[in-house]
């Protein structure tokens, strides 16, 4: 199994500001099979990149995720009031399919 | 309206049984795969079970297996989980997930949820 693991736990910044998420996994993702999504209190899940670097349609492009094998980003380019949120990994490239633990972007 | 909407969750004792529905509106229902995500309250997302669209291959969690069966009526445009031999630790809310394609094992379109709640 893959481990998924999200750093910062929690990242305190203000509107405007950019955002830097980190998923690393605990052995390489074949493919580049990780998704990003964003969760925000009592509402299901939302999908917001796949394949590592595709924003799923209606994302908007302050969105953007990178990475490679072990190593993965989410970047929210410039905060906006309804991105703070907790936002989880995923990956798909081997079973059983994995979720990192979360970030939660809060609002300094 | 493309939508999915979850039902069936409630308070069950320790060993007990459930099962949930999921009902599946605005899109061709049998292309997709479908899957069964959980999260316990506070807590991440958990992958429980898949369901191709022909319901031709079921995969399940470790933690389910034995316990959980998945499936699905594609004439109804429904996705189930049988829940049998219920644990404390299956305290979650349950999400129903589409899947893009046939399994390409992430997901484009999210339930709201139902609660289950496993205590005595």
């Given at each position: 199994?893959?481990?998924?693991?999200?750093?910062?736990?929690?990242?305190?910044?203000?509107?405007?500001?950019?955002?830097?998420?980190?998923?690393?996994?605990?052995?390489?993702?074949?493919?580049?099979?990780?998704?990003?999504?964003?969760?925000?209190?009592?509402?299901?899940?939302?999908?917001?990149?796949?394949?590592?670097?595709?924003?799923?349609?209606?994302?908007?492009d302050?969105?953007?995720?990178?990475?490679?094998?072990?190593d993965?980003?989410?970047?929210?380019?410039?905060?906006?009031?309804?991105?703070?949120?907790?936002?989880?990994?995923?990956?798909?490239?081997?079973?059983?399919?994995?979720?990192?633990?979360?970030t939660?972007?809060?609002?300094? | 309206?493309?939508?999915?909407?979850?039902?069936?969750?409630?308070?069950?004792?320790?060993?007990?049984?459930?099962?949930?529905?999921?009902?599946?509106?605005?899109?061709?229902f049998?292309?997709y795969?479908?899957?069964?995500?959980?999260?316990?309250?506070?807590?991440?997302?958990?992958?429980?079970?898949?369901?191709?669209?022909?319901?031709?291959?079921?995969?399940?969690?470790?933690?389910?297996?034995?316990?959980?069966?998945?499936?699905?009526?594609?004439?109804?445009?429904?996705l189930?989980?049988?829940?049998?031999?219920?644990?404390?630790?299956d305290?979650?809310?349950?999400?129903?997930?589409?899947?893009?394609?046939?399994?390409?094992?992430?997901?484009d379109?999210?339930?709201?949820?139902?609660?289950?709640?496993?205590?005595?």
């Open positions: 199994e893959i481990v998924l693991t999200q750093s910062p736990a929690t990242l305190s910044l203000s509107p405007g500001e950019r955002a830097t998420l980190s998923c690393g996994a605990s052995r390489s993702v074949s493919s580049r099979y990780l998704a990003w999504y964003q969760q925000k209190p009592g509402l299901a899940p939302r999908l917001l990149i796949y394949d590592a670097s595709s924003r799923a349609t209606g994302i908007p302050r969105f953007s995720g990178s990475g490679s094998g072990t993965f980003t989410l970047t929210i380019s410039s905060l906006e009031p309804e991105d703070f949120a907790v936002y989880y990994c995923q990956q798909y490239g081997s079973s059983p399919l994995t979720f990192g633990g979360g939660k972007v809060e609002i300094k | 309206e493309v939508q999915l909407l979850e039902s069936g969750g409630g308070l069950v004792q320790p060993g007990g049984s459930l099962r949930l529905s999921c009902a599946a509106s605005g899109f061709t049998s292309s795969a479908m899957t069964w995500v959980r999260q316990a309250p506070g807590k991440g997302l958990e992958w429980v079970s898949t369901i191709r669209g022909g319901s031709e291959n079921t995969y399940y969690a470790d933690s389910v297996k034995g316990r959980f069966t998945i499936s699905r009526d594609n004439s109804k445009n429904t189930d989980l049988q829940m049998n031999s219920l644990r404390a630790e305290t979650a809310v349950y999400y129903c997930a589409k899947d893009p394609q046939h399994w390409l094992g992430y997901f379109l999210w339930g709201r949820g139902t609660l289950v709640t496993v205590s005595s």
